[in-house]
């Protein structure tokens, strides 16, 4: 199976997730395709991470052993799409004690930050509600950001997962 070249080829609906399926057929291609995650053309990397995302639903498992050298790269990749699926992936492992402050630092930072896109505001704002849970003493600090964020500048989506999550501390 040529995984580059089938990447390359036109999107269509689902393409991820019956890339995914065949990955899954054959784990031996795992390998193979989370290494294009760091192709130097971005849209190969992207799609191979998005790829990743979907095969992280099957077998989270198969990203446990990656988990800080994700969050490395989630901080830094300058790509939307990417950062997108590393943190979709990092949101369904295992939270690691102890905790990444500096992971969750970035994830305080970007949750309200207006120069990200709306998807990877909630990803980091789920995954600092996450963080904060393994570290108790952090989360009226979160509680408080919450609480105080101005609603008029979110999307419908964003006050939605503030409400969640607000909604989550009643249940602590």
């Given at each position: 199976?040529?995984?580059?070249?089938?990447?390359?080829?036109?999107?269509?609906?689902n393409?991820?997730e019956?890339?995914?399926?065949c990955?899954?057929?054959?784990?031996?291609?795992?390998p193979?395709?989370?290494?294009?995650?760091?192709?130097?053309?971005?849209?190969?990397?992207?799609?191979?991470?998005?790829?990743?995302?979907k095969?992280?639903?099957?077998?989270?498992?198969?990203?446990?052993?990656?988990r800080?050298?994700?969050?490395?790269?989630?901080?830094?990749?300058l790509?939307?799409?990417?950062?997108?699926?590393?943190?979709?992936i990092?949101?369904?492992?295992?939270?690691?004690?102890?905790?990444?402050v500096?992971?969750?630092?970035?994830?305080?930072?970007?949750?309200?930050?207006?120069?990200?896109?709306?998807?990877?505001?909630?990803?980091?704002?789920?995954?600092?509600y996450?963080?904060?849970?393994?570290?108790?003493?952090?989360?009226p600090?979160l509680?408080?950001?919450?609480?105080?964020?101005?609603?008029?500048?979110?999307s419908?989506?964003?006050k939605s997962?503030?409400?969640?999550?607000?909604?989550?501390?009643?249940?602590?």
């Amino acid at each position: 199976m040529n995984l580059r070249e089938q990447l390359s080829g036109a999107l269509y609906s689902n393409f991820a997730e019956k890339f995914a399926y065949c990955i899954a057929d054959n784990p031996e291609c795992f390998p193979e395709i989370y290494d294009l995650t760091f192709d130097k053309d971005p849209k190969m990397a992207w799609r191979a991470m998005w790829v990743c995302e979907k095969v992280s639903y099957m077998f989270p498992e198969w990203f446990m052993d990656k988990r800080s050298e994700l969050m490395q790269r989630t901080m830094q990749s300058l790509n939307h799409g990417s950062k997108r699926s590393m943190l979709h992936i990092l949101l369904h492992l295992p939270i690691e004690e102890p905790i990444s402050v500096e992971f969750l630092n970035f994830c305080l930072d970007r949750m309200l930050s207006p120069q990200e896109p709306i998807a990877i505001q909630a990803q980091c704002m789920k995954m600092a509600y996450r963080l904060c849970k393994k570290e108790p003493e952090l989360l009226p600090e979160l509680k408080c950001i919450l609480e105080n964020a101005e609603p008029e500048y979110y999307s419908k989506g964003m006050k939605s997962v503030i409400r969640n999550i607000l909604k989550q501390f009643k249940k602590l």
